[in-house]
Nanobody, 122 residues
Framework: DVQLQASGGGLVQAGGSLRLSCAAS????????IGWFRQAPGKEREAVSC??????YYSDSVRGRFTLSSDATKNTVYLQMNSLKPDDTATYYC?????????????????WGQGTLVTVSS
């Protein structure tokens, strides 16, 4: 059974950092397309980053500040978030797709974690 467990959210001041974790079970993270998405209150879900087969992509809004990585020994994917801004406030979700190229299209992802809330204060 494929499962994703996101964690690491919290309250941080603008300019600070957080690292989100997405622990996977039932599959190997390095074999799947992995994506991070976020949804702010009253807004649509937004793609943040995705990765597969050595290629990683970032949305314009986070490029240069966020880094997606993984630890194969822990079967966990991370999203390191630096220089956080109030606009980064959202619930963050990790997602996995068994096939396909890395994509920001949420419909392509088969499995989703439960989300972790990130709040950035000004």
């Amino acid at each position: 059974d494929v499962q994703l467990q996101a964690s690491g959210g919290g309250l941080v001041q603008a300019g600070g950092s957080l690292r989100l974790s997405c622990a996977a079970s039932g599959f190997t993270v390095d074999d799947y397309v992995i994506g991070w998405f976020r949804q702010a209150p009253g807004k649509e879900r937004e793609a943040v980053s995705c990765r597969h087969d050595g290629s990683t992509y970032y949305s314009d809004s986070v490029r240069g500040r966020f880094t997606l990585s993984s630890d194969a020994t822990k079967n966990t994917v991370y999203l390191q978030m630096n220089s956080l801004k109030p606009d980064d406030t959202a619930t963050y979700y990790c997602a996995a797709a068994q096939t396909g190229p890395p994509t920001f299209w949420a419909m392509m992802y088969d499995h989703w974690g439960q989300g972790t809330l990130v709040t950035v204060s000004s």
